[in-house]
């Protein structure tokens, strides 16, 4: 994988295929593995791009809190496309992904010709009760006993998670690989970026570009978000996608690609 130093960073992306590019952004936790079947399919007609945000994966990972923001990851996904090239793409966002994708169009309107939101937000969503007493436990065993020890431990105390493993075993381990592939100044100050996000559900208006958003059928707790967006987004499609949770695009690939690729082939380029 490729690293180059951008924003005052090195930052670790892979790139395949050639044509009109798309630019996948991962969630919280993630990295560039979370597309690898977006990768291999769409890299046959399609330059595809994605990229580990700082703290994650192979990119560098701050040891300061200030250098973790919204405004910052999307600087960083920003300052790349113009060190490889890119004038215009269709951003793909996924959670926290998708703050960064809503955050670039808003900034840079120019260099995005098509927006792909799957299962995030514009602004803050509900968290169930307890969440920050949890957050700040996990937060805690992290620094001290590592990142395994905070996965054990929101595994058996979430309910979101308790639920989501009981329904889908496999997920577990999933969950845990990802967020041993986390750095702990990246699971700590990454998660706190979130809360300290201004909400952009005012300005989502002013997207005037293709955009289609994802959201699977079990992840309640974006509901509400998809829904807002595609009220608020002219034009916009929601496409909900039965039986599954957070990442459609890792659970259901073929299905998720099918119909990118769809909405893909309706895009004006130039």
């Not at 399919?41 to 990119?59: E, V």
């Not at 969503?125 to 007493?133: A, L, S």
């Not at 690989?177 to 702990?184: A, D, M």
């Not at 570009?209 to 807002?228: M, N, R």
């Amino acid at each position: 994988m490729p690293i180059v130093h951008v924003n005052n960073i090195d930052l670790s992306y892979v790139e395949n295929g050639t044509g009109e590019a798309i630019v996948f952004l991962h969630g919280y936790t993630g990295s560039t593995k979370d597309w690898e079947k977006q990768i291999s399919f769409f890299s046959k007609n399609y330059r595809t791009i994605a990229i580990d945000h700082r703290g994650h994966g192979n990119t560098e990972a701050p040891s300061r809190k200030e250098d973790y923001a919204i405004k910052i990851f999307s600087q960083d996904v920003y300052a790349l496309l113009n060190k490889l090239g890119v004038d215009r793409c269709c951003l793909v966002g996924h959670s926290m992904g998708g703050y960064m994708a809503l955050q670039i169009i808003l900034d840079h309107p120019d260099i995005v010709k098509a927006l792909v939101l799957v299962d995030t937000a514009s602004g803050q969503i509900e968290r169930p009760k307890g969440f920050v007493e949890l957050r700040a436990m996990m937060d805690e065993l992290a620094r001290k006993e590592g990142l395994r020890a905070a996965f054990e431990y929101e595994a058996a105390n979430s309910p979101l998670r308790i639920e989501r493993f009981a329904k889908h075993p496999e997920q577990r381990e999933i969950s845990l690989n990802k967020t041993l592939n986390t750095s702990v100044d990246g699971y700590i100050y990454v998660a706190r970026s979130f809360g300290e996000w201004p909400p952009v559900t005012d300005r989502l208006g002013e997207i005037d570009v293709p955009t289609l958003i994802f959201w699977g059928e079990e992840d309640t707790p974006f509901l509400k978000a998809s829904k807002i967006m595609n009220e608020s987004i002219s034009g916009s499609r929601l496409v909900k996608i039965p039986d599954v949770g957070h990442n459609p695009h890792e659970e259901v690939p073929d299905l998720f690609n099918q119909t990118l690729d769809g909405f893909l082939s309706e895009v004006r380029w130039r």
